[in-house]
């Protein structure tokens, strides 16, 4: 335990540090700005493939797949550098962080040269099918069926809340391949072209805005995706589901502190609720330096994801009763401009408000998270 | 900045946790001689955040908290015995008090040291009978906590909080209702989700106090109000969830969980409620 940090890792900051200052776009070249979580501007590929050629995309990946094999440690100053700068390394986040991730885990060679390298170098985007009306924290009881018919699977069935689909080359999609199996061993993963016949988009707009494009409806009619297009072994999606996010998750917290420090600078103020605010930033960062530690509980995510998600949560609101009738002003800035970041977190005090039920909805509600603590941490029955 | 236990630190926890489970039923004054062997009162900060949150999940009922704490810290030395300070100002709700072998108190002249049997202290009853808390009569007191008397509170009262959960935890998960383990409902598991959360927190801050004195860093007075706060705001949830889980149980003297509660509640109050300690943030 020691407030320093580690040199090693300093110097590999200050290295990655020095390439952000030598090459970030200016605000002048970073127009426009992306639309969705698949909507990546001209400019940002030209930025994402100077990260992926330079090893500085996912610095955990080999070389080959735009990284350096670092550290987690190392990750963690990477993602440091980013967010103390407010920018992104992929304007195409589930695509590189998830998809990307997954096939590199559980693909082929083949599959990995084929998808995994365009993915990264911003070639093409991908988004990431998993939700359907129907399976939300149920995720296992996926219905959208897959069939293999010869060497193809036919495809049918629906996803919903799948974000920047209508922006995406490709869809990460989870099928049951198997309904007579129980329902965690049916699952297998595809990787479905959105050209392909059959697929139909249909975004819908957030809270925020009619036409903020983001979540999508997808529709799967007969779609006829290649054998080949198999992610992982048939009917063992559900390992897919699991193994692939690890270290994103590990660092997903980082996202709610850097929430946490926008409200410490934008609303600052001597009221009460303000030093939980304090507090929550500083707590949350111990926990995650923490969660840095080889021998961690998997399970412990869990709980910077709920302490996380629900402090930027409570802050936000905080800070719109804070600013009283001000806040009824829509649109309006509440937020220092940063050229690289979505606009989104520089919106109104409600809008803050109200994307924060992102963080505690998405990805795994709080309530899942407290199931989770009590069942694997605490050891209660399921 | 690392925030995990070296290997020694583990050892510590480890060899601290032993013979606090080991020594449950000995009298106070082995408990003591056994810390003393031990080599505890020397630990430095971060190494007596370890002991002190074991002390904390034990009940510890000795005057090791305010000798380590109080007394250490100000006259910058350990007593012979035990030992506590009087440092609030006014001499009011002084753990040990009544006890200690030697006392520091801050006057305007700076830190005096007196023999405990020279200091007129009178011990009051408090809801808690497990600490010793006294009046002291003295003229010429100034205020001036020491940052280490608030991170020890703070860590004594995580323990404490983190017994609670632990008895809590053991309880739902045998007590039968509608023919299943109460543990099995999410109403329940929630409130202990939320507990261990508080718990992981207040924690977290108590040892970034610790390890802001151990390395004397510039902030170490604001990590140490943050770690009372949040102790104190931890205790309030696992006080309250803590005895609601329990059911009817808990509202009995012969209950473990009452000690545990009374210690914790004791902890929020003594040196600064969690809103007294939210306040000196906001300056």
């Given at each position: 335990?020691?407030?320093?940090?580690?040199?090693?890792?300093?110097?590999?900051r200050?290295?990655?540090?020095?390439?952000?200052?030598?090459?970030?776009?200016?605000?002048e070249?970073?127009?426009?700005?992306?639309?969705s979580?698949?909507?990546?501007?001209?400019?940002?590929?030209?930025?994402q493939?100077?990260?992926?050629?330079?090893?500085?995309?996912?610095?955990g990946?080999?070389?080959?797949?735009?990284?350096?094999?670092?550290?987690?440690?190392?990750?963690?100053?990477?993602?440091?550098?980013?967010?103390?700068?407010?920018?992104?390394?992929?304007?195409?986040?589930?695509?590189?962080?998830i998809?990307?991730a997954?096939i590199?885990?559980?693909?082929?060679?083949e599959?990995?040269?084929?998808?995994?390298?365009?993915?990264?170098?911003?070639?093409?985007?991908?988004?990431?099918g998993?939700?359907?009306?129907?399976?939300?924290?149920d995720?296992?009881?996926?219905?959208?069926r897959?069939?293999?018919?010869?060497?193809?699977?036919?495809?049918?069935?629906?996803k919903?809340?799948t974000?920047?689909?209508?922006?995406?080359?490709?869809?990460?999609?989870f099928?049951?391949?198997?309904?007579?199996?129980?329902?965690?061993?049916g699952?297998?993963?595809?990787?479905?072209?959105?050209?392909?016949?059959?697929?139909?988009?249909?975004?819908?707009?957030?809270?925020?805005?009619?036409?903020?494009?983001?979540?999508?409806?997808?529709?799967?009619?007969?779609?006829?995706?290649?054998?080949?297009?198999?992610?992982?072994?048939?009917n063992?999606?559900?390992?897919?589901?699991?193994?692939?996010?690890?270290?994103?998750?590990?660092?997903?917290?980082?996202?709610?502190?850097?929430?946490l420090?926008?409200?410490?600078r934008?609303?600052?103020?001597?009221?009460?609720?303000?030093?939980?605010l304090?507090?929550?930033?500083?707590?949350?960062?111990?926990?995650g330096?923490r969660?840095?530690?080889?021998?961690r509980?998997?399970?412990?995510?869990?709980?910077?994801?709920?302490?996380?998600?629900?402090?930027v949560?409570?802050a936000?609101?905080?800070?719109?009763?804070?600013?009283?009738?001000?806040?009824?002003?829509?649109?309006?800035?509440?937020?220092?401009?940063f050229?690289?970041?979505?606009?989104?977190?520089?919106?109104?005090?409600?809008?803050r408000?109200?994307r924060?039920?992102g963080?505690?909805?998405?990805?795994?509600?709080?309530e899942?998270?407290r199931?989770?603590?009590?069942?694997?941490?605490?050891?209660?029955?399921? | 900045?690392?925030?995990?236990?070296?290997?020694?630190?583990?050892?510590?926890?480890?060899?601290?946790?032993e013979t606090?489970?080991?020594?449950?039923?000995?009298?106070?004054?082995?408990?003591?001689s056994?810390?003393?062997?031990?080599?505890?009162l020397?630990?430095?900060?971060?190494e007596?955040?370890?002991?002190?949150?074991?002390?904390g999940?034990?009940?510890?009922?000795?005057?090791?908290?305010?000798?380590?704490?109080?007394?250490?810290?100000?006259?910058?030395?350990?007593p012979?015995?035990?030992?506590?300070?009087?440092?609030?100002?006014?001499g009011?709700?002084?753990?040990?008090?009544d006890?200690?072998?030697?006392?520091?108190l801050?006057?305007?002249?700076?830190?005096?040291?007196?023999?405990?049997a020279?200091?007129?202290?009178?011990?009051?009853?408090?809801?808690?009978?497990?600490?010793?808390?006294a009046?002291?009569e003295?003229?010429?007191?100034?205020?001036?906590?020491?940052?280490l008397?608030l991170?020890?509170?703070?860590?004594?009262?995580v323990?404490?909080?983190?017994?609670?959960?632990?008895?809590?935890?053991?309880?739902?998960?045998?007590?039968?209702q509608?023919?299943?383990?109460?543990?099995?409902f999410?109403?329940?598991k929630?409130?202990?989700?939320?507990m261990?959360?508080?718990?992981?927190?207040?924690?977290?801050?108590?040892?970034?106090?610790?390890?802001?004195?151990?390395?004397?860093?510039?902030?170490?007075?604001?990590?140490a109000?943050?770690?009372?706060?949040?102790?104190?705001?931890?205790?309030?949830?696992?006080?309250?969830?803590?005895?609601?889980?329990f059911?009817?149980?808990?509202?009995?003297?012969?209950?473990?969980?009452?000690?545990?509660?009374?210690?914790?509640?004791?902890?929020?109050?003594?040196?600064?409620?969690?809103?007294v300690h939210r306040?000196?943030?906001l300056?």
């Amino acid at each position: 335990m020691r407030l320093a940090a580690d040199p090693e890792i300093e110097e590999f900051r200050a290295e990655f540090a020095a390439f952000l200052d030598a090459n970030l776009p200016t605000a002048e070249e970073a127009v426009p700005r992306a639309k969705s979580s698949a909507d990546v501007p001209p400019w940002a590929r030209e930025w994402q493939r100077k990260l992926f050629d330079a090893g500085w995309l996912v610095p955990g990946n080999p070389p080959e797949y735009g990284g350096r094999n670092a550290s987690l440690p190392q990750l963690l100053a990477h993602a440091e550098e980013l967010s103390r700068r407010r920018i992104y390394h992929s304007f195409n986040p589930q695509g590189v962080g998830i998809i990307a991730a997954s096939i590199l885990s559980f693909g082929t060679e083949e599959q990995k040269q084929r998808w995994a390298a365009p993915i990264l170098r911003a070639d093409i985007t991908a988004a990431l099918g998993m939700s359907e009306p129907g399976a939300g924290s149920d995720l296992a009881g996926l219905r959208t069926r897959a069939a293999l018919e010869g060497d193809h699977f036919v495809v049918n069935g629906q996803k919903v809340w799948t974000s920047g689909a209508h922006d995406a080359d490709v869809l990460l999609t989870f099928v049951r391949t198997d309904p007579t199996a129980p329902k965690h061993k049916g699952i297998s993963v595809l990787l479905i072209p959105t050209d392909t016949e059959g697929v139909v988009r249909r975004p819908f707009g957030s809270i925020a805005h009619p036409d903020d494009f983001d979540f999508n409806e997808v529709f799967f009619t007969d779609v006829r995706v290649p054998k080949e297009n198999l992610i992982g072994p048939l009917n063992e999606g559900w390992k897919v589901a699991n193994g692939s996010l690890g270290h994103e998750r590990t660092l997903l917290w980082l996202s709610y502190a850097e929430r946490l420090e926008d409200l410490i600078r934008d609303a600052a103020c001597d009221e009460e609720w303000y030093a939980t605010l304090l507090m929550d930033f500083q707590a949350l960062k111990l926990l995650g330096y923490r969660q840095l530690g080889a021998d961690r509980n998997p399970a412990e995510v869990s709980v910077l994801k709920l302490f996380g998600s629900e402090a930027v949560q409570n802050a936000t609101l905080r800070a719109l009763e804070a600013h009283g009738t001000e806040s009824l002003l829509h649109p309006a800035s509440t937020a220092a401009h940063f050229h690289m970041n979505m606009e989104v977190f520089s919106s109104s005090w409600f809008e803050r408000y109200a994307r924060s039920f992102g963080g505690t909805i998405a990805g795994g509600t709080s309530e899942i998270q407290r199931n989770i603590i009590a069942e694997r941490i605490l050891g209660l029955p399921r | 900045m690392e925030f995990e236990f070296d290997e020694d630190q583990r050892m510590l926890q480890r060899l601290v946790r032993e013979t606090v489970a080991k020594s449950r039923a000995l009298p106070e004054e082995q408990l003591w001689s056994t810390y003393l062997e031990l080599g505890w009162l020397e630990a430095p900060p971060v190494e007596l955040a370890i002991i002190l949150e074991e002390l904390g999940y034990a009940a510890d009922p000795t005057p090791f908290l305010a000798t380590a704490t109080w007394f250490a810290p100000l006259a910058g030395r350990l007593p012979n015995g035990s030992g506590t300070a009087v440092f609030d100002g006014v001499g009011e709700f002084v753990l040990d008090a009544d006890r200690a072998d030697e006392i520091a108190l801050l006057t305007a002249d700076g830190v005096v040291v007196r023999e405990g049997a020279e200091v007129r202290a009178e011990r009051v009853a408090v809801f808690d009978p497990t600490i010793h808390v006294a009046r002291v009569e003295q003229s010429e007191l100034v205020a001036g906590v020491p940052e280490l008397a608030l991170m020890g509170l703070a860590i004594s009262t995580v323990g404490s909080c983190r017994r609670i959960l632990d008895l809590v935890v053991a309880h739902v998960k045998q007590r039968q209702q509608f023919g299943v383990a109460i543990g099995s409902f999410q109403a329940v598991k929630h409130k202990a989700a939320d507990m261990y959360v508080a718990i992981e927190r207040a924690r977290a801050l108590a040892l970034y106090s610790a390890l802001t004195i151990a390395e004397d860093a510039p902030e170490r007075a604001r990590a140490a109000a943050m770690a009372k706060a949040a102790a104190g705001e931890c205790q309030r949830l696992c006080f309250q969830s803590g005895f609601q889980l329990f059911g009817a149980m808990g509202y009995t003297w012969e209950n473990e969980l009452q000690i545990h509660l009374k210690r914790a509640k004791a902890g929020d109050l003594l040196l600064g409620t969690a809103a007294v300690h939210r306040k000196a943030l906001l300056v």
